[in-house]
């Protein structure tokens, strides 16, 4: 059995970086590995993504300052966020799908790391 554990969240002043990581604890195959987040009373919502093919795509607030990346053994992913900003506070998931042989992806997903941006 696979699993995602988040780190690297924790309270940081507005312009301020923090890095997060995901790693499997063991080897995974994967279509695609994503970080979501969800503040308080809103939506979780899909931050950034990146392909086994190393494709990434990031919603549009977070674009030119978040940088989503794997490390070549495949089994950790980062999340580099720079210029932070205090709307960017939420509990950052990681989350990984992979193939069966079903057809249906499986859905990985970690505890979560609170991020908390201060004015």
């Known amino acids: 059995q696979v699993q995602l554990v988040e780190s690297g969240g924790g309270l940081v002043q507005a312009g301020g970086s923090l890095r997060l990581s995901c790693v499997a604890s063991?080897?995974?195959?994967?279509?695609?590995v994503a970080w979501y987040r969800q503040a308080p009373g809103k939506e979780r919502e899909l931050v950034a993504r990146?392909?086994?093919?190393?494709?990434?795509n990031y919603v549009d607030s977070v674009k030119g300052r978040f940088a989503i990346s794997r490390a070549n053994a495949k089994n950790t992913v980062y999340l580099q966020m720079n210029s932070l900003k205090p709307e960017d506070t939420a509990v950052y998931y990681c989350?990984?799908?992979?193939?069966?042989?079903?057809?249906?992806?499986?859905?990985?997903w970690g505890q979560g790391t609170q991020v908390t941006v201060s004015s």
């Open positions: 990146i392909t086994n093919g190393g494709s990434t």
């Open positions: 989350n990984a799908e992979a193939p069966t042989t079903t057809g249906r992806p499986l859905r990985l």
């Open positions: 063991g080897s995974i195959f994967t279509n695609y």
